[in-house]
């Protein structure tokens, strides 16, 4: 069942992707990776993207957070047609607009956890002691006020994603992008960076999260469904998902 004229119209539309395709290779070598997929998120939505391995859920992740380009197709940020953009502007949107998570982490082995959510701001011209007041504050916000000084070596794995988190969140981004963020924690741990993506929807921030995880998406408001480069369910409620899983 597709649902996608229930989502609500009160708020903004943050993304709306427009007929995308994405193609690596040429001639019969060519991968349809993207196959003109149209798909539209509002402001403040909680979104989980699913399907099998090579479904194209992370395809779509990588356009949407402006780290690749469509080969075809319209992408509009915030109103913004993004698509075409060089690539320095791409680099300033990814900046100031969107928070990345990663299921790995990605953090600077060699420097202490507050430097590492100062990074962002260090390429968005905030002058160093506003830098680091402000991630201080990101990071006692995750709970870690007395780990800042720590290198990610020095953290578990949970204090590391949420480390990341706070990296994402430093910049006050209009959209929070996660890419299986909960892949390379356990069951406990990954129950409190779920509460933490949870806390940051409520305080109005638009989540999109690539998984595989049932019992992860199944928090969310919304899942979107890929199958063969294509979206075959726009809104799927959690309770339909177990449904689709099956089915798929």
Known sequence: ???????????????????????????????????????????????????????????????????????????????????????????????????????QFHLLSQISALENVMLPMVYAGIPSSERRDRAHEALTKMGLGNRVNNRPNQLSGGQQQRVAIARAIVNQPLLLLADEPTGALDSHTTKEVLDIFGDLHNSGITVVMVTHEPEVAKLTERIVWFKDGQIVHTHLTPEEMLTVAVAS
């Not at 009160?10 to 007929?19: A, H, K, N, V, Y």
């Not at 979104?47 to 859920?57: D, F, L, R």
């Open 1 to 103: 069942m597709n649902l996608s004229n229930q989502v609500s119209k009160s708020q903004p539309t943050i993304i709306r992707l427009e007929e995308i395709e994405k193609v690596y290779g040429t001639g019969n070598t060519a991968v349809h990776a993207l196959d003109k997929v149209n798909l539209t998120i509002n402001q403040g939505e909680y979104c989980s993207i699913m399907g099998a391995s090579g479904s194209g859920k992370s395809t779509v992740m990588n356009i949407i957070g402006c780290l690749d380009r469509p080969t075809a197709g319209r992408y509009y940020l915030d109103n913004v047609a993004v698509a075409g953009l060089a690539d320095e502007q791409l680099a300033e949107i990814r900046n100031r607009k969107i928070g990345f998570v990663f299921q």
